[in-house]
Protein backbone atom coordinates (compact mmCIF):
# COMPACT_ATOMS: atom_id res chain seq x y z
CA UNK A 1 0.00 0.00 0.00
CA UNK A 2 1.09 3.25 -0.58
CA UNK A 3 -0.27 6.10 1.35
CA UNK A 4 -2.41 8.57 0.06
CA UNK A 5 -0.33 12.05 0.92
CA UNK A 6 -2.33 14.73 2.66
CA UNK A 7 -1.30 18.15 1.22
CA UNK A 8 -1.43 20.59 4.04
CA UNK A 9 -0.20 23.48 1.43
CA UNK A 10 -3.20 23.16 -0.49
CA UNK A 11 -5.59 22.90 2.70
CA UNK A 12 -4.07 25.81 4.01
CA UNK A 13 -4.29 27.84 0.91
CA UNK A 14 -7.98 27.34 0.64
CA UNK A 15 -8.67 28.07 4.61
CA UNK A 16 -6.73 31.34 3.45
CA UNK A 17 -9.08 32.75 0.48
CA UNK A 18 -12.24 31.93 3.18
CA UNK A 19 -10.44 33.64 5.70
CA UNK A 20 -10.04 36.60 3.45
CA UNK A 21 -13.74 36.19 1.60
CA UNK A 22 -14.84 36.55 5.50
CA UNK A 23 -12.38 39.11 6.42
CA UNK A 24 -13.79 41.29 3.77
CA UNK A 25 -17.19 40.83 4.86
CA UNK A 26 -16.39 41.80 8.42
CA UNK A 27 -14.84 45.04 7.37
CA UNK A 28 -18.35 46.03 5.52
CA UNK A 29 -20.29 44.97 8.53
CA UNK A 30 -17.39 46.49 11.34
CA UNK A 31 -16.71 49.63 9.90
CA UNK A 32 -13.10 48.39 10.61
CA UNK A 33 -10.60 45.63 9.57
CA UNK A 34 -10.06 42.95 11.66
CA UNK A 35 -6.56 43.19 13.51
CA UNK A 36 -3.80 41.29 14.24
CA UNK A 37 -0.75 42.66 16.75
CA UNK A 38 2.37 40.41 16.74
CA UNK A 39 4.78 40.91 19.36
CA UNK A 40 8.89 39.69 18.79
CA UNK A 41 11.59 40.62 21.50
CA UNK A 42 14.83 40.72 20.26
CA UNK A 43 16.49 39.25 17.23
CA UNK A 44 15.89 35.06 17.41
CA UNK A 45 15.96 34.50 13.60
CA UNK A 46 13.72 31.39 13.49
CA UNK A 47 11.33 34.24 15.07
CA UNK A 48 12.04 36.80 12.85
CA UNK A 49 11.02 34.88 9.88
CA UNK A 50 7.83 33.12 11.60
CA UNK A 51 6.71 37.38 12.51
CA UNK A 52 7.66 38.50 8.93
CA UNK A 53 5.56 35.64 7.56
CA UNK A 54 3.09 35.83 9.69
CA UNK A 55 2.97 39.76 9.15
CA UNK A 56 2.29 39.35 5.57
CA UNK A 57 -0.34 36.29 5.40
CA UNK A 58 -2.22 38.67 7.77
CA UNK A 59 -2.30 41.52 5.11
CA UNK A 60 -2.68 39.36 2.27
CA UNK A 61 -6.07 38.35 4.15
CA UNK A 62 -6.86 41.55 3.99
CA UNK A 63 -6.71 42.21 8.04
CA UNK A 64 -4.34 44.97 9.52
CA UNK A 65 -1.05 43.61 10.96
CA UNK A 66 1.01 45.71 13.77
CA UNK A 67 4.40 44.31 14.37
CA UNK A 68 6.18 45.33 17.73
CA UNK A 69 9.65 44.30 17.64
CA UNK A 70 10.88 45.02 20.77
CA UNK A 71 15.24 44.58 21.57
CA UNK A 72 16.09 41.61 23.74
CA UNK A 73 17.11 43.93 26.72
CA UNK A 74 13.18 44.72 27.16
CA UNK A 75 12.54 44.36 30.57
CA UNK A 76 9.46 42.22 31.77
CA UNK A 77 7.79 45.09 33.20
CA UNK A 78 7.91 47.06 29.39
CA UNK A 79 6.60 44.37 27.85
CA UNK A 80 3.68 43.54 30.05
CA UNK A 81 2.93 47.24 29.70
CA UNK A 82 2.68 46.41 25.52
CA UNK A 83 0.39 43.55 26.26
CA UNK A 84 -1.50 45.74 28.31
CA UNK A 85 -1.62 48.72 25.95
CA UNK A 86 -3.00 46.04 23.23
CA UNK A 87 -5.65 44.27 25.56
CA UNK A 88 -7.07 47.93 25.78
CA UNK A 89 -6.50 48.95 21.91
CA UNK A 90 -10.03 48.31 19.77
CA UNK A 91 -8.28 48.01 16.43
CA UNK A 92 -6.65 44.86 18.22
CA UNK A 93 -8.97 41.77 17.94
CA UNK A 94 -5.40 39.39 18.42
CA UNK A 95 -2.76 39.33 20.45
CA UNK A 96 0.80 36.82 19.80
CA UNK A 97 3.89 37.31 21.71
CA UNK A 98 6.01 35.44 19.51
CA UNK A 99 7.79 32.33 21.70
CA UNK A 100 10.74 31.71 23.26
CA UNK A 101 11.18 35.11 24.84
CA UNK A 102 14.92 35.98 26.72
CA UNK A 103 15.10 34.43 29.41
CA UNK A 104 14.66 37.48 31.66
CA UNK A 105 11.73 37.26 31.18
CA UNK A 106 8.80 35.35 32.51
CA UNK A 107 6.48 33.30 29.60
CA UNK A 108 4.03 32.34 31.81
CA UNK A 109 3.45 35.79 33.16
CA UNK A 110 3.30 37.40 29.72
CA UNK A 111 0.92 34.83 28.66
CA UNK A 112 -1.24 35.50 31.25
CA UNK A 113 -1.51 39.18 31.03
CA UNK A 114 -2.85 38.75 27.56
CA UNK A 115 -6.81 38.91 27.90
CA UNK A 116 -8.25 35.58 26.84
CA UNK A 117 -10.49 36.81 24.60
CA UNK A 118 -7.12 38.15 22.45
CA UNK A 119 -4.96 35.28 22.74
CA UNK A 120 -5.29 34.22 19.19
CA UNK A 121 -2.47 31.31 20.41
CA UNK A 122 -4.69 29.92 22.36
CA UNK A 123 -1.91 29.50 25.28
CA UNK A 124 -4.00 31.48 28.27
CA UNK A 125 -5.07 29.06 31.11
CA UNK A 126 -8.09 30.27 30.34
CA UNK A 127 -8.81 29.05 26.89
CA UNK A 128 -6.56 25.71 27.78
CA UNK A 129 -9.65 25.58 30.43
CA UNK A 130 -12.09 26.31 27.91
CA UNK A 131 -10.72 23.53 25.49
CA UNK A 132 -11.00 20.94 28.78
CA UNK A 133 -14.41 21.71 29.41
CA UNK A 134 -15.83 22.34 25.83
CA UNK A 135 -16.48 26.28 25.95
CA UNK A 136 -15.69 28.43 23.02
CA UNK A 137 -12.54 29.69 23.07
CA UNK A 138 -9.34 29.66 20.99
CA UNK A 139 -7.53 26.75 20.04
CA UNK A 140 -3.13 26.62 20.08
CA UNK A 141 -3.22 26.72 16.18
CA UNK A 142 -0.88 23.73 15.45
CA UNK A 143 -3.45 20.89 16.99
CA UNK A 144 -6.47 22.82 15.58
CA UNK A 145 -4.90 22.85 11.76
CA UNK A 146 -3.79 18.76 12.60
CA UNK A 147 -7.79 18.29 13.57
CA UNK A 148 -8.99 20.17 9.99
CA UNK A 149 -6.58 17.85 8.64
CA UNK A 150 -7.97 14.92 9.81
CA UNK A 151 -11.51 15.58 9.67
CA UNK A 152 -10.83 16.69 6.04
CA UNK A 153 -9.61 13.18 5.18
CA UNK A 154 -12.00 10.85 7.72
CA UNK A 155 -15.23 12.59 8.01
CA UNK A 156 -16.86 11.46 11.67
CA UNK A 157 -13.84 10.40 13.85
CA UNK A 158 -15.73 8.80 16.72
CA UNK A 159 -14.91 5.65 18.00
CA UNK A 160 -11.16 6.08 16.21
CA UNK A 161 -7.96 4.38 18.19
CA UNK A 162 -6.11 7.84 18.30
CA UNK A 163 -2.26 8.20 19.52
CA UNK A 164 -0.51 11.39 19.78
CA UNK A 165 2.83 11.49 20.71
CA UNK A 166 4.16 14.32 23.04
CA UNK A 167 2.39 16.15 25.60
CA UNK A 168 3.50 19.62 25.43
CA UNK A 169 1.11 22.70 26.17
CA UNK A 170 1.06 23.75 22.64
CA UNK A 171 0.91 20.56 20.74
CA UNK A 172 0.57 16.90 22.43
CA UNK A 173 -2.34 18.38 25.44
CA UNK A 174 -4.58 20.48 23.26
CA UNK A 175 -4.51 17.80 20.28
CA UNK A 176 -5.81 15.29 23.38
CA UNK A 177 -8.32 17.23 24.35
CA UNK A 178 -9.43 18.03 20.46
CA UNK A 179 -9.83 14.13 19.57
CA UNK A 180 -11.28 13.63 22.77
CA UNK A 181 -13.94 16.12 22.11
CA UNK A 182 -14.55 14.20 18.65
CA UNK A 183 -15.45 11.10 20.68
CA UNK A 184 -11.81 9.41 19.66
CA UNK A 185 -10.44 7.28 22.30
CA UNK A 186 -6.75 8.66 23.08
CA UNK A 187 -3.79 7.63 23.91
CA UNK A 188 -0.92 10.31 24.92
CA UNK A 189 2.38 9.04 24.67
CA UNK A 190 5.43 10.79 26.17
CA UNK A 191 9.58 10.08 26.77
CA UNK A 192 8.47 7.73 29.74
CA UNK A 193 5.68 5.25 27.36
CA UNK A 194 7.17 1.60 27.58
CA UNK A 195 6.63 -0.14 24.00
CA UNK A 196 5.78 2.89 22.55
CA UNK A 197 5.92 1.07 19.05
CA UNK A 198 2.94 -1.24 20.35
CA UNK A 199 1.08 1.49 21.45
CA UNK A 200 0.81 3.53 17.92
CA UNK A 201 0.30 0.04 16.65
CA UNK A 202 -2.78 0.49 17.90
CA UNK A 203 -4.25 3.74 16.16
CA UNK A 204 -6.01 4.57 14.20
CA UNK A 205 -4.97 8.06 14.12
CA UNK A 206 -1.44 8.90 15.04
CA UNK A 207 0.43 12.19 15.73
CA UNK A 208 3.67 12.75 16.21
CA UNK A 209 4.47 15.85 17.80
CA UNK A 210 8.15 14.74 19.51
CA UNK A 211 10.69 16.95 18.19
CA UNK A 212 13.07 14.15 17.32
CA UNK A 213 14.07 13.07 13.37
CA UNK A 214 12.25 10.07 11.86
CA UNK A 215 11.46 8.61 15.09
CA UNK A 216 7.99 6.95 14.32
CA UNK A 217 8.98 3.61 12.02
CA UNK A 218 6.58 2.04 9.02
CA UNK A 219 6.41 -1.22 11.44
CA UNK A 220 5.24 0.67 14.23
CA UNK A 221 2.29 1.67 12.19
CA UNK A 222 -1.59 0.00 11.84
CA UNK A 223 -1.78 -0.43 8.27
CA UNK A 224 -4.20 1.94 6.72
CA UNK A 225 -3.98 4.24 9.37
CA UNK A 226 -4.18 7.87 9.45
CA UNK A 227 -0.41 9.64 10.28
CA UNK A 228 -0.07 13.57 11.09
CA UNK A 229 3.37 14.40 11.38
CA UNK A 230 4.34 17.52 13.30
CA UNK A 231 7.76 17.40 13.85
CA UNK A 232 9.77 19.61 12.18
CA UNK A 233 13.88 18.68 12.65
CA UNK A 234 16.77 20.28 10.29
CA UNK A 235 18.92 17.42 9.49
CA UNK A 236 22.39 17.25 7.83
CA UNK A 237 21.31 17.63 4.08
CA UNK A 238 23.04 15.23 1.34
CA UNK A 239 25.08 18.17 -0.04
CA UNK A 240 28.19 18.76 2.19
CA UNK A 241 27.14 22.22 4.40
CA UNK A 242 23.52 21.33 3.29
CA UNK A 243 20.62 20.99 5.61
CA UNK A 244 17.02 19.45 5.10
CA UNK A 245 13.75 19.18 6.98
CA UNK A 246 12.26 15.90 8.06
CA UNK A 247 9.17 15.19 10.37
CA UNK A 248 9.27 12.90 13.25
CA UNK A 249 8.43 10.31 11.21
CA UNK A 250 10.45 8.18 8.75
CA UNK A 251 8.17 9.30 6.21
CA UNK A 252 9.06 6.27 3.52
CA UNK A 253 8.70 3.42 5.49
CA UNK A 254 5.21 4.40 7.08
CA UNK A 255 3.60 5.78 3.74
CA UNK A 256 4.32 2.17 2.85
CA UNK A 257 2.13 1.40 5.27
CA UNK A 258 -0.34 4.01 5.98
CA UNK A 259 -3.45 4.61 4.08
CA UNK A 260 -2.78 8.82 4.35
CA UNK A 261 0.02 10.85 5.81
CA UNK A 262 1.22 14.55 5.73
CA UNK A 263 4.39 14.89 4.48
CA UNK A 264 6.85 17.47 5.64
CA UNK A 265 7.28 20.21 4.52
CA UNK A 266 3.74 20.72 3.15
CA UNK A 267 1.75 19.15 5.56
CA UNK A 268 0.76 20.36 9.03
CA UNK A 269 3.40 23.43 8.64
CA UNK A 270 1.75 25.59 6.53
CA UNK A 271 -1.61 24.78 8.29
CA UNK A 272 -0.42 26.96 11.31
CA UNK A 273 -0.65 30.59 9.95
CA UNK A 274 -3.80 29.52 8.28
CA UNK A 275 -5.41 28.37 11.54
CA UNK A 276 -3.55 31.81 13.56
CA UNK A 277 -5.80 33.81 10.96
CA UNK A 278 -8.47 31.73 11.41
CA UNK A 279 -8.18 32.48 14.88
CA UNK A 280 -7.59 36.07 14.39
CA UNK A 281 -10.76 36.79 12.29
CA UNK A 282 -13.12 34.67 14.96
CA UNK A 283 -11.71 37.08 17.45
CA UNK A 284 -12.96 39.99 14.97
CA UNK A 285 -15.81 38.49 15.12
CA UNK A 286 -16.50 38.11 18.29
CA UNK A 287 -15.06 41.42 19.63
CA UNK A 288 -17.08 43.37 17.47
CA UNK A 289 -20.38 41.14 19.03
CA UNK A 290 -21.10 39.66 15.00
CA UNK A 291 -22.49 36.81 14.61
CA UNK A 292 -20.35 34.14 12.81
CA UNK A 293 -21.60 30.83 12.18
CA UNK A 294 -19.77 27.92 13.91
CA UNK A 295 -18.79 26.03 10.69
CA UNK A 296 -17.95 29.33 8.43
CA UNK A 297 -14.75 28.74 8.77
P1 LIG B 1 8.23 19.71 23.11
O1 LIG B 1 9.70 19.51 23.13
O2 LIG B 1 7.62 20.76 23.96
O3 LIG B 1 7.52 18.32 23.46
C1 LIG B 1 7.99 17.11 22.93
C2 LIG B 1 7.20 15.97 23.51
O4 LIG B 1 7.71 14.77 22.95
C3 LIG B 1 7.30 15.86 25.02
O5 LIG B 1 6.04 15.61 25.57
C4 LIG B 1 8.25 14.67 25.22
O6 LIG B 1 7.94 13.88 26.36
C5 LIG B 1 7.95 13.84 23.99
N1 LIG B 1 9.10 12.98 23.68
C6 LIG B 1 10.40 13.32 23.61
N2 LIG B 1 11.15 12.26 23.32
C7 LIG B 1 10.30 11.20 23.21
C8 LIG B 1 10.48 9.82 22.94
N3 LIG B 1 11.68 9.30 22.72
N4 LIG B 1 9.38 9.04 22.91
C9 LIG B 1 8.15 9.54 23.13
N5 LIG B 1 7.93 10.85 23.40
C10 LIG B 1 8.99 11.66 23.44
O7 LIG B 1 7.85 19.93 21.57
P2 LIG B 1 6.57 20.62 20.87
O8 LIG B 1 5.34 19.91 21.27
O9 LIG B 1 6.64 22.08 21.00
O10 LIG B 1 6.92 20.29 19.34
C11 LIG B 1 7.02 18.96 18.86
C12 LIG B 1 7.50 18.97 17.44
O11 LIG B 1 6.58 19.67 16.63
C13 LIG B 1 8.84 19.67 17.20
O12 LIG B 1 9.52 19.00 16.15
C14 LIG B 1 8.45 21.04 16.74
O13 LIG B 1 9.45 21.63 15.91
C15 LIG B 1 7.22 20.74 15.96
N6 LIG B 1 6.26 21.85 15.89
C16 LIG B 1 5.76 22.14 14.65
C17 LIG B 1 4.84 23.13 14.50
C18 LIG B 1 4.29 23.38 13.15
O14 LIG B 1 3.85 24.46 12.86
N7 LIG B 1 4.24 22.37 12.29
C19 LIG B 1 4.41 23.98 15.63
C20 LIG B 1 4.91 23.53 16.92
C21 LIG B 1 5.83 22.52 17.00
P3 LIG B 1 8.11 14.42 27.88
O15 LIG B 1 6.93 15.30 28.11
O16 LIG B 1 8.08 13.19 28.67
O17 LIG B 1 9.42 15.16 27.90
Redesign the pocket.
Known sequence: MTAAVIDGKAFAATLRTRVGELAAEFEAKAGRKAGLAVVLVGEDPASQVYVRSKGKSTLEAGMNSFEHKLPADTSEADLLAMVYALNADPAVDGILVQLPLPRHIDEQKVIAAINPDKDVDGFHVTNAGRLAVGQPGFVP??PL?CLMLLQDRLGDLSGLNAVV????????KPMAQLLIAQSCTVTV?????QD?ADVVRRADIVV?????PE?VKGDWIKPGATVID????RVPGAAEGKTRLV??VDYASAAAVAGAITP?PG???P???AVLLRNALVAAYRNAGLDLAADAV
Open positions: CTGIGRSNIVGAHSRTLAAVGRMVGINGDVGVGMTI
